[in-house]
């Protein structure tokens, strides 16, 4: 007896899987693609068999992210064949920064791909699927016209959490020499304030308490305002901080050479902004400062982090360090490790400098051997874990809020995060989600904190 796949009704459900690599903003966007294909019955599913689309979302910021996508695309092509002989279909996308940057070469390494797009494409999703059915070959989307995305994705329809991500601005102009992103993702666009004032206030009537705004240089944010007129970062988190029920607002990425008078009131003035931010710095050395193009100096960076802390006295910091970018020599490695001496971090990104194609540093004379790369790393990632675990004791024996967001890791335990982003595992159940919460902190651990809920002790003392 032979089996033969029925034509798919229409209106039938699909499933649909995504997996996504890479930063913050990609998991937005693999949500937000899950969103335009549902209206052509696609749902999400946990697992790659079977499905009847596929899309990897692809990020290009680390090391071998090319070769991890054909290592992959190479176990899906079986997938995809089995279910071709058994007369089903599969279509397979690579979405993503890999997909704006290699998109020829994964159409002739790996012709069973059907659709490439880039991160500027997501809403003509439905369309190449389209397309895909009727084409030979794979359907490539790979231009820039990034106003188009925002204007087209439907409005964020699945609720996204307690914390929830909000993208408000793409690209970036800054041009950083080891950095792809500006190739990738294009200059920067800003999302008009009123579309991001509407998205958030959906979210928080889903439950969202806690919105991260997201952009690779979030702080360079210029959207347009309601009153015609060019809101920067600041104007919008004073507006998304009138939402009731948003209680938490934060941004990621930003970049030193943005932050303004205005964004640094805003953390004094604003409650709901927390008290952490994610400051790359990269490298501590001027000399090396100039070479990657960040436009500031190592004291111009500490100037800011001691401006921050005057307005927001409780204000930590996080950063991204580059070690071995071309050119990089012992004495600019100790600079980096004075100045990270110098500010203290409470967490932290850091990475042994790869080179990424077409970036001016790639090309650059005067490469760091890859030893000497290893052993720097090494340092700076010892030193900067040995703030955060400090950070983290220094919260022992405090009170904090903590917005509670999920299940711990044993049973019995609830999870959720300071303002400081720290995660927090205390005795508790599900009556606790969405709730911000005072907690006592009873160990701070390297990587978390352990806590009790400061209403179960008094109901032991009231007990007593
Ligand atoms: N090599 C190493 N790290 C890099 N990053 C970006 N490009 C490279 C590269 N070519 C790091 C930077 C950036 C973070 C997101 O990734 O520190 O801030
Ligand atoms: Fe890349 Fe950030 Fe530099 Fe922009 S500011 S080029 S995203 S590292």
């Not at 997996?19 to 990609?26: L, T, Y």
């Not at 809101?231 to 939402?243: D, F, K, M, Q, T």
């Not at 071995?324 to 932290?348: C, N, S, W, Y």
């Not at 995660?423 to 969405?434: E, F, I, M, N, R």
Request: aromatic letters at 6%; a neutral charge.
């Amino acid at each position: 007896m032979t089996h033969s796949t029925p034509p798919a009704a229409l209106g039938a459900k699909k499933r649909l899987f995504l997996r996504s690599w890479g930063c913050q903003m990609n998991v937005y966007d693999t949500g937000r693609m899950a969103d335009v294909l549902a209206p052509l019955g696609y749902e999400p599913v946990d697992a790659p068999e079977g499905a009847d689309m596929i899309i990897l979302n692809t990020c290009h910021i680390r090391e071998k992210a090319t070769d991890k996508l054909f290592s992959e695309l190479g176990r899906l092509r079986g997938m995809k064949e089995k279910k071709q002989a058994a007369g089903g279909e599969m279509v397979l996308a690579v979405a993503g920064c890999v997909a704006q940057a290699e998109g020829k070469e994964i159409v002739i390494r790996a012709p069973w791909v059907d659709i490439v797009l880039g991160p500027q494409s997501y809403h003509r999703l439905p369309e190449m699927v389209a397309r895909a059915g009727r084409a030979a070959r794979a359907v490539v989307e790979t231009d820039f016209p990034v106003e188009e995305k925002f204007d087209h994705l439907p409005e964020a329809s699945a609720p996204q959490g307690v914390t929830a991500f909000l993208t408000i601005q793409e690209g970036c102009d800054k041009f950083c020499s080891f950095c792809v992103v500006p190739y990738t993702r294009g200059s920067e666009y800003s999302r008009p304030a009123q579309a991001v004032l509407a998205e958030a206030r959906r979210m928080v009537a889903q439950g969202t308490r806690e919105i991260s705004l997201l952009g690779q240089n979030v702080n360079a944010y210029h959207g347009e305002g309601p009153d015609g007129r060019e809101w920067g970062l600041a104007r919008l988190l004073y507006a998304l901080a009138e939402i009731p029920g948003l209680d938490r607002l934060r941004y990621t990425t930003s970049h030193p050479r943005d932050i303004d008078e205005a964004q640094i009131a805003a953390h004094r003035d604003i409650p709901a902004v927390m008290p952490f931010l994610h400051l790359p710095v990269q490298s501590g050395s001027d000399r090396m400062l100039e070479a990657m193009n960040r436009g500031h100096t190592a004291e111009e960076y500490i100037r800011l982090v001691d401006r921050l802390r005057e307005a927001r006295p409780d204000i930590a910091f996080s950063t991204d360090i580059i070690s071995g970018h071309p050119g990089e020599k012992d004495e600019d490695h100790a600079a980096t490790m004075a100045l990270i001496r110098r500010v203290g971090f409470a967490q932290f990104f850091s990475f042994k400098y790869s080179p990424r194609p077409g970036t001016p540093a790639a090309g650059a004379p005067y490469r760091v051997d890859e030893a000497t790369k290893d052993r720097r790393l090494q340092e700076v990632q010892a030193l900067l874990i040995e703030q955060q675990a400090a950070f983290n004791a220094s919260k022992t024996g405090q009170t904090v809020p903590v917005l509670f967001t999920g299940a711990g890791r044993q049973p019995g335990q609830f999870s959720g995060r300071t303002p400081w982003l720290q995660p927090v595992h205390v005795a508790g159940d599900a009556s606790l989600l969405g709730q911000i919460v005072p907690v006592r902190i009873l160990a701070g651990q390297p990587y978390s904190l352990h806590g009790e809920l400061l209403h179960a002790l008094q109901q032991e003392k009231n007990a007593a």
